[in-house]
């Protein structure tokens, strides 16, 4: 590892200095380092603590553009001790007034709403890589980007994926009652008829800023499908070992999205209409659905605040019914086993993707404030399920120390009803953070 930052850090000073002359008005170097702790769960004192050092390079000539940041990051992630090294984006592209083309890793984010996005389908997210900052949990996919600008106002976004990366959950660390076991993921084949394809034509106008975009291909944002059962009859009370795997589902997302200012008010939205095939049989693929987000941004006397209402509604949704004992000879007991297993995964599925019921209602509201100069930035932001009945809250307080210096604390609290989601993440997730970031 010591010899990976080393002959990195070689890389990026020769070539600053070497090419000084003729990049030093095109080319930036940057980055930053970080130390992170983050503690006081139920589960563990210190859930994720890390220290990070990122390297930042970036160049735009007249038709050549190339981006790379890359991460050296060790520490410890509930319970395990790490040192890794993440390209988190590196790629390469042709640019011009019309046309660019650009490929290799990049981060992209579609959709005009925060924290909540419909149509944002394209880079997965390490949902347990827990930092100040949100969009830290953001990686990048592999891809082929087009980007064809029509006139200023309209441009059109093509991207194609030939490999799919999921989305990382990490279940394993959650308190499922003992009878749960996540295995090894279960991705598609390597061939072009799974590889992904987006599009998206987008409007800027002078008055109102709006897109259509479609989606065809995996879900970075997956199911868990059942992998075996084993049952020991020897035991006083025999109960199942269920072994699951992460498992993507195909889909087809026709989405739009806007965002209109109106007075001291913007209003924004978002909807996509969610195509699947094989919902009503296969355990760990959602019914077609449609999610939409209405959003009302607007300054309160210096508090910025966004409300939120997110929405989905799954027309072909039909309950599932808990099955019920039928004997107790060896083969009721086992088609009861067999019959509880399906109904509880079909459950916890439904519960990932926001379908235990017909409809689905939500708010969230983020305030944000700063103070001293814009040195000091206060924000609390809550969200309640009104369908299942979770809670979160995340405050967070940031202080710019020094211009290249900045403080970070915080917390993450979720809470909800016995076997929601919630009540299963919050032993692992909740805490308070404290990050101290150095920038050059």
Known sequence: ??????????????????????????AEFSGYVRGSFQGFSKN?????????????????????????????????????????LEIMEAYAGYVSDKFDFIAGNQIVKWGRTDGFSPTDNISPRDYFFLTSDMDDQLRANLMARVKYRINNSVDIDLI????YKQSNYRFDLFD???????????????KFSNATLAGRLNFELPGAGFSFSYFRGYDPYHGFNLKGIELDFNAPNPMPLIKYSSTPYRKQSIGADFAIPEGSWIIRGEAAWNITKGGSDSLYIP???LAYVVALERDFGGVMGIFQYIGRYTPSFEPVFEPQPAGTDPDQVLIYMSQMVD?????FNRKIFGQQKRSNHAFALTARKSFAYDTITAELTTCYNITSREFLLRP?????????????????????????????????????????????
């Open 343 to 347: 109904y509880q995964t079909r459950m």
């Open 176 to 190: 499922m009652g003992g009878m749960a076991s996540f295995g090894e993921e279960t991705n598609p084949e390597f």
């Open 44 to 84: 563990y004192d210190l859930s994720n603590v890390f220290a990070q050092f990122a390297l930042k390079g970036k160049y735009t000539g007249k038709h050549t553009i190339f981006n790379a940041e890359v991460w050296f990051l060790g520490g410890h992630h509930f319970g395990e001790f790490y040192n890794r």
């Open 287 to 289: 019914l077609p659905s």
């Open 396 to 440: 967070k307080v940031s202080w710019t120390i020094a211009d290249n210096l900045s403080l970070a604390a915080g917390g993450h609290i979720m809470t909800g009803e016995k076997e929601s989601l919630y009540d299963y993440s919050g032993p692992v997730m909740n805490g308070l953070f404290i990050e101290l970031k150095a920038s050059f």
């Open 160 to 163: 194609a994926i030939p490999f």
């Open 1 to 26: 590892m010591k010899k990976i930052v080393i002959a990195a850090l070689f890389m990026v000073v020769s070539f600053n200095i070497n090419g000084q002359d003729s990049f030093k008005d095109n």
